[in-house]
C-alpha cells in the first residue's frame, strides 16, 4: 500500500510543516535539504528538512474523501492506484 501511494488518496497534502518564526514565510526549498520524492503524496509534504533538536512542526491528518480518486476517474498517465486495497463499498 506504501508503494502505491494509497495514503495520498486521503491525505494529499502531508502530514503538515514547521513552526516558528518565518517557517511559512521562506517558502520554497533550500539548496541544502533533500529532494522532494516525485511520488504521489510525497511531493506535497510540506518539509524536507533533516529534523535536528529543537525543531518543531505540526502533525495535521486531515482525511479526504476525493470522489474522483476512489472511482478512479484519474488518468492513469497521471497517477494510477490500486484500489483493491480499498474497501469502497465500507467508504
Do not use: W
Not at 510525497?42 to 476525493?66: D, S, V
Amino acid at each position: 500500500m506504501q508503494e502505491k501511494r494509497i495514503g495520498f488518496i486521503f491525505m494529499p497534502h502531508g502530514l503538515g510543516h514547521l513552526i516558528g518564526l518565518d517557517v511559512h514565510d521562506v517558502g520554497g526549498y533550500l539548496p541544502h535539504t533533500p529532494k522532494r520524492s516525485p511520488q504521489p503524496g510525497l511531493k506535497n509534504l510540506r518539509f524536507a528538512r533533516t529534523l535536528e533538536p529543537g525543531y518543531a512542526f505540526t502533525i495535521e491528518p486531515g482525511c479526504y474523501f476525493r470522489d474522483f480518486l476512489l472511482k478512479g476517474e484519474i488518468p492513469s498517465d497521471f497517477y494510477q492506484f490500486d484500489l483493491k486495497y480499498l474497501n469502497l463499498e465500507k467508504i
